[in-house]
């Protein structure tokens, strides 16, 4: 089989300012980590989340990064949380599902429930990765995400720094990348020697739940392969829907 060129060689296409932009996403960083302390950053391990994780790492930031391990990730997913357990100086948090609630659906309505029904995916979504979110959160004044406003439409007026709500709690959230392209984002990949997750060179620039991620074809949105049997304007899991 004829091996994929990587990401890094396909994407790594820089905006004529992507300096600037790196300075300002530092210097937001820098600040976040003084006035807005305690908060961590949330991490899918996809491409803008580890450039982000780069970043406080090179920078010395003391923000703790956690990654909601849903018990269906891939398995490179997996491969590079290890990695990035076994070299961030950042403190790496694992928040996973509580078990009898997975089960509990796995019993009934099934695991494969969640292509049956938009209100059956959301549930295993609520399981799997909105319970683990507000563990993660608790006590937390920000949280840090990769969002760009260039992910979807759906995404496509995220500012920098907005008003979030957790658990029934303000919270700040922080958006770094908002205005970064995906050109952006591998450029730094590239000439970090960031590690990434190899899915990104089989054409998944958008990485979730192993079940509910696809490869993506030439000219399809970028988040095409989330939930690709559902409605476009759905394509959120409800950590990042507005009220």
């Known amino acids: 089989m004829k091996p994929h ?10 905006s004529a300012n992507f300096a600037d932009k790196l300075v300002a996403t530092q210097a937001q960083l820098k600040v976040a980590a003084v006035e807005l302390h305690p908060l961590k950053q949330a991490s899918s391990l996809g491409a803008e989340d580890v450039v982000i994780s780069h970043l406080i790492n090179s920078l010395g930031l003391d923000i703790p990064i956690f990654v909601l391990e849903t018990g269906a990730l891939h398995s490179d997913t997996l491969a590079l949380l290890e990695r990035l357990q076994a070299h961030s100086q950042a403190p790496i948090q694992v928040y996973k599902p509580q078990h009898e609630a997975v ?3 796995v019993k009934s309505p099934g695991q494969q429930a969640i292509f049956e029904s938009m209100q059956n995916r959301k549930a295993c979504c609520a399981i799997r990765k909105l319970e683990p979110l507000g563990r993660a959160l608790q006590g ?14 759906a995404r496509a007026e995220v500012a920098s720094l907005e008003a979030d709500v957790s658990n029934g709690v303000a919270i700040t959230k922080l958006n770094p990348l908002v205005d970064w392209t995906w050109g952006d984002v591998w450029h730094y990949i590239a000439i970090h020697k960031v590690d990434y997750n190899p899915l990104h060179d089989q054409f998944f620039p958008s990485i979730g739940c192993a079940p509910c ?3 993506i074809s030439l000219g399809e949105d970028f988040r095409a392969g989330r939930w690709w ?5 759905a394509k959120e899991c409800g950590l990042h829907v507005k009220a």
């Open 5 to 14: 060129t990587p990401a890094t060689e396909l994407h790594a296409k820089p």
């Open 103 to 105: 089960i509990g659906f």
């Open 140 to 153: 937390q004044k920000a949280w840090i995400t990769g969002l760009r406003r260039e992910q979807s439409l």
């Open 213 to 215: 991620t696809r490869a």
């Open 229 to 233: 049997w559902e409605d476009e304007a």
